[in-house]
Structures are given as structure tokens and as C-alpha cells.
């Protein structure tokens, strides 16, 4: 569980810059990679 709340630290930082600083860097190509990131983790947690 301690993993799961950790790997979502990108999130938070994310949310926290647009939030503070109204600024987004995040394009589409770094979203579909944090995706495929949280899929792959999800899949790992769920198949055990």
C-alpha cells in the first residue's frame, strides 16, 4: 500500500504546480507515459 501512495508523488507535484504556479508541463506524450506507468502498476497489484 506504502507503494501505491508513493508512485502518485508525480501526480501531486503536478497538481500542486498548476495549483501555485498556473503552470502545466505536461504534454501528451507525458501523460500516455505516466499512464502506461500507473497501468503497469496497477496491473502488478491487482494480478497478486
Given at each position: 500500500m506504502a507503494n501505491m501512495i508513493e508512485i502518485t508523488?508525480?501526480?501531486f507535484t503536478?497538481?500542486?504546480a498548476w495549483l501555485l504556479y498556473r503552470?502545466?508541463?505536461v504534454n501528451l506524450h507525458t501523460a500516455l507515459g505516466g499512464l502506461l506507468i500507473f497501468a503497469g502498476v496497477g496491473i502488478i497489484y491487482?494480478?497478486?
Open positions: 508523488y508525480p501526480v503536478i497538481l500542486f503552470d502545466v508541463q491487482f494480478k497478486s
